[in-house]
T-cell receptor
Framework: ETGVTQSPTHLIKTRGQQVTLRCSSQ?????VSWYQQALGQGPQFIFQ???????GRGNFPPRFSGLQFPNYSSELNVNALELDDSALYLC??????????FGQGTRLTVV | SQQGEEDPQALSIQEGENATMNCSYK?????LQWYRQNSGRGLVHLIL?????REKHSGRLRVTLDTSKKSSSLLITASRAADTASYFC????????????FGGGTRLMVKP
């Protein structure tokens, strides 16, 4: 167990809908990153939050947005869902310069 | 796009044999990390090697890093059926910390 928890574990959404995924960081970690992993591929970096501010972003459109709260928990929001958004979404928490600890992921299916 | 590329994409060995996986990357790095993933679930951190290190050990794992060749290898010695999983290398693209770029992974099967 890494101490990083994600919810929900699975969900199904319809194309065009919006979804919010949640992540609780490991205690003491002030950095949270989100990744998208399509089936059979490696994870792709979406963005990172550090002390409630977006600290870096990968090659994802603005309909992917996030928040980090004062307790360092985080949300990933995806608007206008597309079929290609179906993937495993992984959250990772860390301290700067140290290894990242991942949650078990949220499996999102868009139909 | 993915910076790291693992080789081979798939590997099947017998229990007790050693497994070697390789990773190549394209840009300069701060560190390189190896992760394991079972059945499409969360990633488990195995080992982190910094750019100024050449080799690191953790239990049955041995990781090497050659920054001149932009490559790393993960060796699992005396493999067990429980080692069956996908293995990913990930590079920390800058010094901001853990904005990781992953390769496509090596799917390892260890037969009992």
């Amino acid at each position: 167990e890494t101490g990083v928890t994600q919810s929900p574990t699975h969900l199904i959404k319809t194309r065009g809908q919006q979804v919010t995924l949640r992540c609780s960081s490991q205690s003491g970690h002030n950095t949270v990153s989100w990744y998208q992993q399509a089936l059979g591929q490696g994870p792709q970096f979406i963005f990172q939050y550090y002390r409630e501010e977006e600290n870096g972003r990968g090659n994802f459109p603005p309909r992917f947005s996030g928040l980090q709260f004062p307790n360092y928990s985080s949300e990933l929001n995806v608007n206008a869902l597309e079929l290609d958004d179906s993937a495993l979404y992984l959250c990772a928490s860390s301290l700067v310069g140290s290894e990242a600890f991942f949650g078990q992921g949220t499996r999102l299916t868009v139909v | 796009s993915q910076q790291g590329e693992e080789d081979p994409q798939a590997l099947s060995i017998q229990e007790g044999e050693n497994a070697t996986m390789n990773c190549s990357y394209k840009t300069s790095i701060n560190n390189l990390q190896w992760y394991r993933q079972n059945s499409g679930r969360g990633l488990v951190h195995l080992i982190l090697i910094r750019s100024n290190e050449r080799e690191k050990h953790s239990g049955r794992l041995r990781v090497t890093l050659d920054t001149s060749k932009k490559s790393s290898s993960l060796l699992i010695t005396a493999s067990r059926a429980a080692d069956t999983a996908s293995y990913f290398c990930a590079t920390d693209r800058d010094n901001a910390g853990n904005m990781l770029t992953f390769g496509g992974g090596t799917r390892l099967m260890v037969k009992p």
